[in-house]
């Protein structure tokens, strides 16, 4: 009997629809998702009016300046802060990064269920290589995130989302190559983090350990330049930080940080570090 040859992406797919399935046959879970993001854009995005912030100090009573000449020099200042004159698209395009967050997070959670449940033990048996099966809830993790943040994109525009004029299909393709590389990053970091444990409680008290830092000490709602000295290290070497910048060079024109070539270069280390990481510990440590 012929032996068969199983390469080290044997069940890749299979693990990956697996997980997927989950997902797309539970739409409840797909908008719940949603709701926080969406809430951040409607309820602070919008509800927080910036621009009446930045001109509303310019009218001096007894004073009598033209309002042509405040809208003019409000739009100035709000340029010159957020690199772009609206604050909320400044804001939409950080909740791409955040969407994507939250979701890679969720992907340690597959692991600690898969063993509670007894399924990974099961597959530990089989030719499936460990690789495979770390591999299969990243990539799940990051179709998530991208589908969800392409909704996230579409409510964004529906609400006065403002693209640069002069946008074109591949700063799109570039913004999601972005959101991948982080969403690559951070499923498999989350993994890793969640290849020994065997309580669902302590996963999710390491998810909300980081979830917060990592999103407020990025750019997510603030520029960096407006933050103090100490936190301007952490920032910038936060991967949701260089996420940002790109999708906003690349989707609003906004001035940014770094250039969109180093920005990438940063994910790409990232992204293929820890993915690498999952993958080696994995042999390592992932067991029933």
């Not at 008290?205 to 997510?220: H, K, R």
């Not at 910038?236 to 260089?242: A, R, T, V």
Request: aromatic share 12%.
């Amino acid at each position: 009997m012929e032996r068969q040859n199983l390469g080290p992406l044997h069940g890749l797919w299979s693990l990956t629809n697996r997980e997927l399935k989950k997902w797309y046959k539970a739409p409840f879970i797909l908008l719940l998702s949603l709701v926080q993001p969406v809430l951040w854009l409607g309820l602070f995005g919008k509800a927080m009016n910036l621009g009446n912030m930045f001109t509303s100090g310019l009218n001096i009573p007894g004073l009598n300046i033209p309002k042509q000449v405040i809208d003019q020099i409000g739009t100035e200042l709000i340029k010159s802060t957020f690199g772009t004159t609206d604050y909320f698209s400044f804001l939409a395009a950080g909740m791409l990064s955040f969407i994507v967050l939250f979701t890679s997070m969720n992907s340690g959670m597959m692991i600690v269920w898969d063993r509670r449940l007894g399924f990974l033990n099961k597959l530990l048996t089989t030719p499936v290589s460990r690789g495979s099966i770390i591999m299969g809830k990243v990539l799940s993790a990051v179709i998530r995130s991208l589908v969800q943040a392409t909704i996230v994109l579409v409510i964004a525009l529906l609400l006065g989302m403002q693209f640069r004029p002069d946008i074109s299909a591949l700063d799109i393709a570039g913004t999601y190559v972005a959101l991948f590389l982080m969403s690559l990053g951070l499923s498999s970091l989350f993994i890793m983090l969640a290849l020994r444990s065997t309580s669902w409680e302590s996963q999710m008290a390491i998810m909300n350990l980081l979830n917060l830092p990592l999103l407020f000490a990025s750019n997510a709602f603030y520029p960096v330049k407006l933050m103090p000295s100490w936190l301007k290290p952490v920032v910038e070497i936060n991967p949701i930080s260089y996420a940002n910048d790109i999708s906003r060079q690349l989707l609003l024109g906004a001035t940014g940080m770094n250039s969109v070539w180093f920005d990438f270069a940063f994910l790409l280390a990232f992204a293929a570090i820890f993915s690498t990481l999952g993958i080696v510990l994995s042999w390592r440590y992932l067991n029933s």
